[in-house]
C-alpha cells in the first residue's frame, strides 16, 4: 500500500511542478508575444495542412474514385491505429507476464536473471506508465496528435527489438531490462492518443470506435493467452516478443497513416524550431490562460471519472481470488464480460452519452457494493461481478468520447495529460486495494464509483459556444 500511496503522490507532485514551470515560462515570454504569434500562424498552418494530408492525397479523382478512396483511407486509418495500435496494446501491457515465465522457467543461460529480478523489472513498467502519462502533456504541446500516435509507434517498434537483443549484455541485463520496460510503460500512452486521433478522423463515432477497439482488444488478449498456452509454448520468448509487439507496430504506422514520410517531415520542422529557440508553446498558452474556470472544474470532474474507472476496473481484475476459489474461472468470466459491454457502448451516444456513463458508474456502484455482501464461489457474487465489470467497461468508453465532445481541440492538448495523469495514478492503487478481502477492497471500489457518479452529473454534454 504504501509503494502505491508513493507512486501517487509522485504523479500528483510531478503535475504540480510542470503547473508552476509552465506559469513560470508564461511569464519569461511575456515579451515574445509577437513571435510566439507568428510560429502559432505557422504551427497552425501546419497542423490544418497535415490533418488533411491522407484526404487530398485520395481526393484527385472522379467523384467515385474519391468516395471509393474515402472508404479505403478509413479502413487504412481503422485498421492501422483502431486495431495494430488500439487492439493490440493487449499484448503490450499482459504478454510481459507471460514471456517472463518461459525466462525463468528455461533459466536461458545467456540471460543470466533470476525471477525475483524479473519480476522487478515488472514494477519499471508500470512506473513507465505513470511517468508517461506525466510526460505527454509537454510532448503534445510540441507535436500534433498524428505525430505523437507516430512518434509512440516507432518507439514501440525499436523496443520490440531492444526487448530481444539488449537483455543479452550479460553486465548489465537487469539494468537494460529495467530500462526497456520503463520505456516500455511511457509508451503505453498511445492508447488514450489514439483514441482522440480516431475521433478526429471520424466525428461523431467515437462511441461506435472505441467500442469496436475495445472488444477486438479483448478478442486479441483471449488469443493471445490461449496460443502462448498452447501452440507456441515450447516457442522461444523472443520469436513470440518480437511477433506480438513488433509487427502490429509495423503493419500499424505503413497502414495507417498513407504519408508517413510527410508526417516524419512535418514533426523534424516543429524540432528545428525548437532548436532554433523559436517559443512553440502558443498552443499551451491558449490552452492554459483561454480555458475558462468552468471549464477547469469539469477537467477535474473529468480527471475523477478517468480515475475511478482505472481503479475500479483494474481492482476487479485483481479482486479474482476474493470472488471465486477458482481465479481462472472468474478472471475469464470476467474478461469475457468485456466484449459484450462494447456492444452496449456502441450505442452509448444513441441514449446520450453523459446518461449512459452516468447510468455505468451507478449500475458499478451497487453491483460492487452488493457484491461485497455474497460468498465466495456463489453464483450471485459472480454473476454481480459480471453486472459490475460490465458497467465499468462501458464507462471506459465513453470518458473518452466525453473528453473530446466536452473539451474543444485546442484544449485537448492540456484535458487529456492531465485525465491520463489521474488515470494512472487510480491504476497504481487497483493492486493494492485488489489483495484485500472482498468485504473491504469492493466496497472501497464501489464508493470510488459513487464519486464519479457524482462528478458525471456536473459535466456538460458540450463545450458552451464561448469557450469552443
Known amino acids: 500500500m504504501s509503494f502505491a500511496a508513493v507512486l501517487a503522490l509522485v504523479a500528483f507532485f510531478s503535475a504540480l511542478v510542470q503547473w508552476g514551470s509552465r506559469r513560470a515560462r508564461r511569464a519569461r515570454r511575456t515579451k515574445e508575444a509577437k ?20 484526404r487530398e492525397e485520395f481526393l484527385v479523382n472522379s467523384p467515385g474514385e474519391n468516395e471509393k478512396n474515402e472508404q479505403i483511407l478509413a479502413f487504412r486509418v481503422i485498421l492501422g491505429v483502431g486495431i495494430c495500435f488500439g487492439s493490440f496494446q493487449a499484448p ?45 502533456h509537454p510532448l503534445m504541446q510540441r507535436l ?34 529495467c530500462l526497456v520496460r520503463l520505456l516500455h510503460g511511457m509508451c503505453l500512452n498511445i492508447q488514450g492518443v489514439q483514441y482522440m486521433y480516431m475521433q478526429h478522423c471520424f466525428p461523431g463515432r467515437g462511441s461506435e470506435l472505441c467500442s469496436l477497439v475495445n472488444a ?68 499551451e498558452e491558449e490552452a492554459e490562460e483561454g480555458m475558462s474556470p468552468a471549464m477547469r472544474q469539469d477537467l477535474a470532474n473529468l480527471g475523477i471519472c478517468f480515475m475511478a474507472t482505472v481503479f475500479a476496473y483494474y481492482g476487479l481484475s485483481y479482486s479474482a481470488d476474493s470472488l471465486s476459489s477458482n481465479p481462472f474461472i472468474s478472471a475469464t468470466l470476467i474478461s469475457g464480460s468485456d466484449v459484450l459491454a462494447c456492444l452496449f ?25 452488493a457484491c461485497a455482501l455474497g460468498t465466495v464461489d456463489s453464483p450471485f457474487t459472480i454473476s454481480v461481478a459480471i453486472v459490475a465489470r460490465m458497467a465499468l467497461s462501458v464507462v471506459f468508453v465513453t470518458i473518452y468520447v466525453a473528453l ?54 456536473k459535466l456538460p454534454d458540450k463545450p458552451s459556444i464561448k469557450e469552443r
Not at 103 to 114: N, W, Y
Not at 347 to 368: D, E, M, P, V
Request: proline content about 5%; hydrophobic content about 55%.
Open 35 to 54: 513571435q510566439v504569434e507568428l510560429f502559432g500562424a505557422l504551427a497552425f498552418g501546419i497542423e490544418e495542412e497535415r490533418l488533411v494530408s491522407n
Open 92 to 136: 503490450w501491457q499482459a504478454l510481459p507476464v507471460l514471456i517472463d515465465r518461459k525466462i525463468a522457467q528455461d533459466a536461458d543461460p545467456f540471460l543470466p536473471l533470476s525471477s525475483a529480478q524479473i519480476t522487478f523489472t515488472q514494477t519499471a513498467m508500470f512506473v513507465g506508465w505513470l511517468l508517461g502519462a506525466v510526460m505527454l
Open 144 to 177: 500534433q496528435m498524428k505525430e505523437v500516435v507516430v512518434f509512440l509507434a516507432a518507439i514501440m517498434l525499436g523496443l520490440s527489438v531492444a526487448t530481444i537483443t539488449l537483455p543479452y549484455i550479460t553486465a548489465l541485463s537487469m539494468t537494460l531490462l
Open 216 to 283: 477486438l482488444y479483448a478478442v486479441v488478449a483471449v488469443l493471445m493467452a490461449v496460443l502462448c498456452g498452447t501452440v507456441t509454448l515450447t516457442t522461444d520468448w523472443r520469436i513470440e516478443a518480437l511477433t506480438w509487439f513488433g509487427l502490429p507496430m509495423l503493419l500499424g504506422l505503413f497502414v495507417g497513416f498513407p504519408d508517413l514520410g510527410s508526417v516524419l517531415r512535418g514533426a523534424s520542422q516543429i524540432s528545428l524550431h525548437i532548436a532554433r529557440g523559436v517559443p512553440v508553446s502558443k498552443i
Open 345 to 369: 457502448a456502441s450505442c452509448a451516444s444513441r441514449w446520450g452519452l453523459l446518461r449512459a456513463q452516468l447510468g455505468g458508474f451507478l449500475a458499478a456502484a451497487l453491483s460492487l457494493l
Open 404 to 457: 473530446a465532445q466536452i473539451f474543444p481541440e485546442r484544449y485537448q492538448k492540456t484535458a487529456l495529460p492531465t485525465c491520463e495523469i489521474m488515470a494512472r495514478a487510480g491504476g497504481c492503487l487497483s493492486p493494492s486495494c485488489g489483495t484485500l478481502p472482498a468485504h473491504i477492497s469492493l466496497p472501497i471500489f464501489g464508493f470510488a464509483c459513487l464519486v464519479a457518479t457524482r462528478a458525471t452529473m
